[in-house]
């Protein structure tokens, strides 16, 4: 049974910086891709940051310059580095993860996701 496991969410002012931790268990990062996706209310989710195996990361226009993803296989960890937040980030912040190469941000096309962590940017 795959599971997702989100932490490090929380509230920040304009400028800070966080970083988000996702914990996989019982999934094989071998031919998969894994991603952040961020949903704001009353808004569509939309792909952050993608991660295939071995692959080049992708990132949303909106955050390239600022956040970036990363793994670490030993651990089944994946991770966002968020730097330079601004109130627009705000958010429930889902880590997924897909069985398939390149998936990149399309968030239909993941099969697993965490249960979300909240970040909240203040200006």
């Known amino acids: 049974q795959v599971q997702l496991v989100e932490s490090g969410g929380g509230s920040v002012q304009a400028g800070r910086s966080l970083r988000l931790s996702c914990a996989a268990s019982?999934?094989?990062?071998?031919?998969?891709?894994m991603g952040w996706f961020r949903q704001a209310p009353g808004k569509e989710r939309e792909g952050v940051a993608s991660l295939e195996n071995g692959g080049r990361p992708k990132y949303a226009d909106s955050v390239k310059g600022r956040f970036t993803i990363s793994q670490d296989n030993a651990k089944n960890s994946l991770y966002l580095q968020m730097n330079n937040l601004k109130p627009e980030d705000t958010g429930m912040y889902y880590c997924?993860?897909?069985?398939?190469?390149?998936?990149?941000?399309?968030?239909?096309?993941?099969?697993?996701w965490g249960q979300g962590t909240q970040v909240t940017v203040s200006s």
């Open positions: 019982g999934y094989s990062y071998y031919k998969a891709s």
């Open positions: 997924a993860a897909g069985e398939g190469y390149e998936l990149g941000l399309k968030w239909w096309a993941y099969k697993y």
